[in-house]
């Protein structure tokens, strides 16, 4: 079974600061990895995925992720945060083939100080 | 760019009736799904849907739920008998493979249940 753990249901960061935010996933398989964006009463937006290409995983908005298969972790960062950053954000894994039913952490509330 | 829509975007019921969820989702996607937030949890995989027929369904996707699309554009989620505890933001979600192809969500249905 698939299951994605994202630390801190909370960060909050200064307007300019570094964001980092934490997944740490676990699968049998190889997987695929995903950040998803929800902004308030708005669906799920795709950040970025990883899909066993480049490591380093570049998306929209100035965000990027990199997937370390010994740490079983793929973290989100963004070197300066912006105060239209603030959202939710959902770390999700798949697997290869089947359904590809994707498994979410329990998500990362972002909060911009100005 | 195309997108997933879903009626309505708010629902209320009284617990014991039957409700349906629409959902039209990208029109040259093949793989469907619903998804639930119940409010503070994480997100849930109810059911995925590819070729007219069900891929693989949560635990929680019981007799309750079932999925149709009745006319090659619209995909539709029946909760039959609602109890309060489906009380939940349900997501529509459309892909077009299964290779590590993104799942687009649409803005969800919040469904509440009196």
């Known amino acids: 079974a698939q299951s994605v753990t994202q630390l801190g249901s909370h960060v909050s960061v200064s307007e300019g600061a570094l964001v980092l935010l934490r997944c740490n996933y676990s699968s049998s398989v190889p997987p695929y990895l995903f950040w998803y964006v929800q902004y308030p009463n708005q669906g799920l937006q795709l950040l970025l995925k990883y899909t066993s290409a480049a490591t380093l995983v570049k998306g929209i908005n100035g965000f990027e992720a990199e997937f370390k298969k010994s740490e079983t972790s793929f973290h989100l960062t963004k070197p300066s945060a912006h105060m239209s950053d603030a959202a939710e954000y959902f770390c999700?894994?798949?697997?290869?083939?089947?359904?590809?039913?994707?498994?979410f952490g329990q998500g990362t509330r972002l909060t911009i100080n100005p | 760019e195309p997108e997933v829509t879903q009626t309505p975007s708010h629902q209320v019921t009284q617990m014991g009736q039957e409700v349906i969820l629409r959902c039209v989702p990208i029109s040259n996607h093949l793989y469907f799904y619903w998804y639930r937030q119940i409010l503070g949890q994480k997100v849930e995989f109810l059911v995925s849907f590819y070729n007219n027929e069900i891929s693989e369904k949560s635990e929680i996707f019981d007799d309750q739920f079932s999925v149709e699309r009745p006319d090659g554009s619209n995909f539709t989620l029946k909760i039959r008998s609602t109890k309060l505890e489906d009380s939940a933001m349900y997501f529509c979600?459309?892909?077009?493979?299964?290779?590590?192809?993104?799942?687009?969500f649409g803005d969800g249905t919040r469904l509440s249940i009196l």
């Open positions: 979600a459309s892909s077009a493979g299964d290779r590590g192809q993104p799942q687009h």
């Open positions: 999700a894994v798949t697997s290869h083939g089947g359904a590809q039913k994707l498994v």
